[in-house]
């Protein structure tokens, strides 16, 4: 019996699930640095057109991606519920990501995580690691390496 036990444990991972559309998205916790509100975004010449501008959050600027246009959604449509989450990736880049809406916090073991084959021909679809399960409802799961692979290109 004990053997078993240890058999089925798993790591398990926290995500912030936040909505683009009517899909669900996660993002894994441990590259968020913050949460913030909708505010002023400053326009940069000659960047790619996902990147909507920077942002002033307590002296540092930041580059704002929008996730809808990179992903070839229809463009952000700014309301209450839009918000800018900050994250930190290899230690010291930091970008911010435009969301529709910061659902909540899940805890996934990696038993409720699908790996996804890789599709050329699905421009969402190379941008997630996994599809995730939470009461019954689905989670496409960010990679965020591959999301936010080009941010350095002009």
């Not at 899909?23 to 916790?29: A, S």
């Not at 190379?126 to 290109?153: P, Q, T, V, W, Y």
């Amino acid at each position: 019996m004990d053997e078993l036990s240890v058999n089925t444990s798993y790591e398990t991972t926290q995500f912030i699930v936040v909505r683009f559309e009517n899909e669900q998205y996660g993002i894994n916790i441990k590259y968020i640095d913050n949460i913030v509100r909708m505010q002023q975004i400053t326009r940069v010449p000659k960047v790619q057109k996902y990147i909507k501008g920077v942002i002033n959050l307590r002296g540092e600027v930041i580059p704002v991606m929008s996730i809808r246009l990179k992903m070839g959604y229809e463009p952000d449509e700014i309301n209450k519920n839009t918000r800018i989450i900050i994250l930190k990736i290899d230690g010291n880049d930091t970008i911010g990501v435009l969301v529709d809406e910061v659902k909540e916090v899940v805890t996934l073991s990696d038993n409720e995580i699908e790996k996804i084959s890789y599709d050329a021909k699905d421009e969402k679809q190379n941008f997630l690691a996994g599809i995730g399960k939470d009461r019954g409802e689905l989670i496409s799961i960010f990679d965020l390496n591959l999301l936010l692979a080009e941010k350095e290109n002009v």
